[in-house]
Nanobody, 116 residues
Framework: QVQLVESGGGLVQPGGSLRLSCTGS????????MGWFRQAPGKQRELVAT???????NYADSVKGRFTISRDDAKNTVNLQMNSLKPEDTAVYYC??????????WGQGTQVTVSS
């Protein structure tokens, strides 16, 4: 059973920073496309950022220049550094691992709240 465990969420003021981490187990982490998605109340889950096994990175337009995704395959970890946070970044953030052709796996999510 693949496991993805997120950490690092919390409450932060607008303009602040948070760093999310996701650690995977029972997965060939080094060949997976890793990503972060988020879901705000009443909205659909949306892509935040992805990073391929080769290091190719993709960001949602709404987070470009503010968020940075990185991975450490030796530690089976993917991180999301979030700077200049805005109230509209408030959501549950989910870690995702995509392994072709096996499938897609999700973490349990971590809450990020940006509020003064």
């Amino acid at each position: 059973q693949v496991q993805l465990v997120e950490s690092g969420g919390g409450l932060v003021q607008p303009g602040g920073s948070l760093r999310l981490s996701c650690t995977g187990s029972r997965i060939r982490f080094s060949i997976a496309v890793m990503g972060w998605f988020r879901q705000a109340p009443g909205k659909q889950r949306e892509l935040v950022a992805t990073i391929s096994s080769g290091g190719s990175i993709n960001y949602a337009d709404s987070v470009k220049g503010r968020f940075t995704i990185s991975r450490d395959d030796a530690k089976n970890t993917v991180n999301l550094q979030m700077n200049s946070l805005k109230p509209e970044d408030t959501a549950v953030y989910y870690c995702n691992a995509r392994l072709s052709p096996v499938g897609s796996f999700w973490g349990q999510g971590t809450q990020v709240t940006v509020s003064s």
